[in-house]
């Protein structure tokens, strides 16, 4: 049973925008943590950005000012808009959503969507 679904990935030229959906298909989702991941060929996955279930939104010190992430809980959704791409922005990105930790159980992870920066 699938998840999360991870969309709005594609090619971009460097400057462009794009922004990335997560679809949950989870209830209670508005309990969840959210993450955007990305991970580029050859390396670790890495964090792009976090959400809590209060709203609360840190990011990768290179994403900065870049990126923003968001959520509508009425729509299970969460966003990751991205502005201000550069080729090294070119990875698999996907979504992870951590319920409370009291719950004890584990997190999901979406199947990722392609983000491709180039001329």
């Known amino acids: 049973q699938v998840r999360l679904v991870e969309s709005g990935g594609g090619l971009v030229q460097p400057g462009g925008s794009l922004r990335l959906s997560c679809a949950a298909s989870?209830?209670?989702?508005?309990?969840?943590?959210v993450g955007w991941y990305r991970q580029a060929p050859g390396k670790e996955r890495e964090l792009v950005a976090a959400?809590?279930?209060?709203?609360?939104?840190n990011y990768a010190d290179s994403m900065k000012g870049r990126f923003r992430i968001s959520r509508d809980n009425a729509k299970n959704t969460v966003y990751l808009q991205m502005n201000s791409l550069k080729p090294e922005d070119t990875a698999v990105y996907y979504c992870?959503?951590?319920?409370?930790?009291?719950?004890?159980?584990?997190?999901?992870w979406g199947q990722g969507t392609q983000v491709t920066v180039s001329s």
């Open positions: 992870n959503a951590d319920p409370p930790t009291n719950w004890g159980t584990s997190s999901y």
């Open positions: 959400i809590t279930s209060g709203g609360s939104t």
């Open positions: 989870l209830r209670l989702f508005s309990l969840y943590a």
